[in-house]
């Protein structure tokens, strides 16, 4: 077998499998797609049952020599992991050369957040024209429930997944998971007035809880660019983008609360290593609620 020609097949087989069977997100496997690439390039004429641990280590050193990030090196090594435990379980390869090797550590700087008091000024304002009613709609929400940009232009207006009622809004993100989170009384503000004014932008027949100006759903990128431009002039010297107020809502509750496991459930992580990048604090669960913790969730 060569890697090359048989092993693009079994790559793209494994491919389908997750495609199918774990509902990984677009972006997720064209990642996977582009280091299944690479293991086939580094391979060249090594037919990938033949491919032996020591080989796989000098493949992560060649990429490391090249200036690949120890991030991307995990990345890389948890994909080409998964593909030797797919061929062994189902293609009856003999050993997963990849088990037990891992890419040079690397720090988990915290991830830029706001100051409360540059959030609060960030989103104390109340426009009057419809495009901007939507723009501090969507970052409100951004802020108040942490969602990610995709789970945000993903909202539908007709679909129950938003309840202003009971302030709160389901989502389904990475993996497939679905979460619900508590929408705070700013975010079901700013939402009531863009819900309100909504009718002037949206097509007739358009599901989309935020829409552009033609009238259809409002794109990520879309949702960036407005973003940059609402904090140049709120006077912001920070570059914000929208995964910034999803990290500004995980650090200030953690700042109030410390209720690491409460926050990793409503960021929608299935590790709680992933949110404890968050803090470096050692402490116990003190079961603090949304509205305790929040400072935008309760009104003046």
């Known amino acids: 077998m060569r890697s090359g020609r048989d092993g693009t097949a079994l790559t793209r087989e494994y491919l389908d499998a997750l495609r ?162 508590p929408v705070g009384a700013k975010a079901c503000e700013a939402l009531k007035r863009w819900i309100d004014l909504r009718p002037q932008l949206a097509a007739p027949g358009e599901r989309a809880l935020f829409v552009g100006r033609r009238g259809k759903r409002i794109g990520p990128s879309l949702v960036g660019a407005r973003l940059r431009a609402w904090a140049r002039r709120r006077g912001l010297a920070e570059r914000v983008h929208p995964h910034m107020l999803r990290h500004s809502f995980a650090t200030h509750l953690l700042q109030s609360s410390q209720d690491l496991r409460a926050v990793q459930e409503l960021l929608g992580h299935a590790s709680i290593s992933t949110t404890q990048v968050y803090t470096h604090l050692d402490f116990q669960a003190l079961a603090k609620v949304y509205d305790a913790a929040h400072p935008r969730a309760k009104k003046r």
């Open 20 to 181: 199918h069977q774990r509902r990984l997100s677009t972006a997720t496997l064209r990642n996977y797609g582009h280091a299944l690439q690479l293991l086939l390039s580094l391979a060249g004429e090594t037919e990938l049952q033949k491919l032996e641990p020591a080989q796989i280590r000098r493949y992560v050193a060649l990429m490391h020599s090249r200036g690949l990030a120890p991030r991307s090196l995990a990345l890389m090594l948890s994909a080409w992991r998964g593909l030797f435990h797919w061929l062994v379980r189902h293609r009856g390869f003999h050993a997963n050369p990849v088990v037990g090797i891992r890419a040079p550590r690397a720090g988990r700087p915290l991830p830029k957040a706001l100051s409360v008091e540059a959030a609060q000024r960030l989103l104390d304002e109340s426009p009057a024209a419809p495009d901007l009613v939507r723009d501090a709609a969507m970052f409100e929400l951004l802020y108040s429930s942490g969602l990610r940009r995709a789970e945000l232009v993903a909202l539908n207006l007709d679909d129950g997944r938003l309840d202003l009622r009971q302030a709160e809004v389901t989502v389904t993100g990475k993996g497939a998971r679905t979460r619900t989170v």
